[in-house]
């Protein structure tokens, strides 16, 4: 399941704690922080289409290797 590409939109994103969350094109929520953004950047809009992967964190999944798309 991790390492796959993955497709989704940003539907959550605050700015000042860098913390954010992706829906998946096949449903659900995947969190991600910042510093995840593949380009370098640290923060990215609501409503981005955006390509991913996931990485196994503390019991839960968690987005990776963001890149906008």
């Known amino acids: 399941m991790s390492g796959d590409a993955r497709f989704g939109t940003v539907t959550a994103f605050d700015d ?18 910042c510093t995840q953004i593949a380009d370098g950047t640290r923060t990215i809009e609501v409503g981005q289409a955006v390509r991913f992967a996931l990485l196994p964190k503390l019991g839960r999944y968690e987005a990776t290797a963001i890149e906008k798309v």
């Open 16 to 33: 000042p704690r860098g913390l954010g969350t992706i829906t998946p094109v096949d449903g659900g929520a995947v969190p991600f922080h």
